[in-house]
T-cell receptor, first 116, second 114 residues
Framework: AQSVSQHNHHVILSEAASLELGCNYS??????LFWYVQYPGQHLQLLLK??????LVKGIKGFEAEFIKSKFSFNLRKPSVQWSDTAEYFC??????????????FGKGTKLSVIP | EAGVVQSPRYKIIEKKQPVAFWCNPI?????LYWYRQNLGQGPELLIR????????DSQLPKDRFSAERLKGVDSTLKIQPAELGDSAVYLC????????????FGPGTRLTVL
């Protein structure tokens, strides 16, 4: 069964600091990769996704993630965080069956706190 | 476009009581999911519907949990009887045929079992 590991439970940064959140998955086949974000009091929303092609994907609000197949990783990055980035971030993986994979497996999440 | 709607947003019940959660997916979305999110964890799939058919319910504890999506639109998730360990946030998500794996989540129902 596939699994997703997020290395950091809670990350605290000052505004303007750079961010990198780790995500590793365990599955040998083709996968679709996602980062979801949950702002305080709000629902989960998609930050960015990777299906194929350029392994460096850009999402909303200046976030990007790099898929490194050899490392089974999909780390999330942002060069300069803002207070409004305070949220919980979830990495998720689904199997690419070609006909639509449908089932997401989520990591446990990383809580990001940005100090003004 | 309206998002996924869930109700109630919060529910507090005593153990052994029944409880039901309701979800209205985004219009036109044929795939509907129910997830459970425990504190400090990511969401875990309970059941997936394609239209009115439950195509993956392997993670649903069938002794006390049930779900239905009778007309392929709204869905209800029920727990009877509830146990203390059922305290969690129950999330509903939907996906359209053209969305290529992007699921749209509702705000969730936070259940507290006392």
């Amino acid at each position: 069964a596939q699994s997703v590991s997020q290395h950091n439970h809670h990350v605290i940064l000052s505004e303007a600091a750079s961010l990198e959140l780790g995500c590793n998955y365990s599955y040998g086949g083709t996968v679709n990769l996602f980062w979801y974000v949950q702002y305080p009091g709000q629902h989960l929303q998609l930050l960015l996704k990777y299906f194929s092609g350029d392994p460096l994907v850009k999402g909303i609000k200046g976030f990007e993630a790099e898929f490194i197949k050899s490392k089974f990783s999909f780390n999330l990055r942002k060069p300069s965080v803002q207070w409004s980035d305070t949220a919980e971030y979830f990495c998720a993986v689904s199997l690419n069956s070609g006909a639509g994979s449908y089932q997401l497996t989520f990591g446990k999440g990383t809580k990001l706190s940005v100090i003004p | 476009e309206a998002g996924v709607v869930q109700s109630p947003r919060y529910k507090i019940i005593e153990k052994k009581q029944p409880v039901a959660f309701w979800c209205n997916p985004i219009s036109g979305h044929n795939t509907l999911y129910w997830y459970r999110q425990n504190l400090g964890q990511g969401p875990e799939l309970l059941i997936r519907y394609e239209n009115e058919e439950a195509v993956d319910d392997s993670q649903l504890p069938k002794d006390r949990f049930s779900a239905e999506r009778l007309k392929g639109v709204d869905s209800t998730l029920k727990i009877q009887p509830a146990e203390l360990g059922d305290s969690a946030v129950y999330l509903c998500a939907s996906m359209g045929r053209e969305d290529r794996d992007e699921q749209f989540f509702g705000p969730g129902t936070r259940l507290t079992v006392l």
